[in-house]
């Protein structure tokens, strides 16, 4: 229900653990993001950042609404 109320969605799961609800959610954004888990601590600041980067750009583009 909590999710009735967003219009904009990020996932970045890997798609066989996502819950059935998101299935059939209109304005699903999927972050195809490398998992850190068992990565060197550069792996892990690499994808740490690309999150970081892409949280700016979503909250720059949400302002423009």
């Excluded at 890997?14 to 792996?43: A, H, Q, R, V």
């Excluded at 980067?53 to 909250?59: H, Q």
């Amino acid at each position: 229900k909590m999710i009735e109320d967003y219009n904009k969605i990020i996932v970045m799961a890997e798609f066989d653990s996502w819950p059935d609800y998101l299935l059939s959610k209109k304005g699903l954004e999927i972050w195809l993001i490398s998992d850190p888990k068992s990565k060197n601590i550069t792996c892990t600041r690499e994808i740490r950042d690309e999150i970081k980067s892409r949280v700016e750009l979503f909250f720059r583009l949400c302002q423009d609404y």
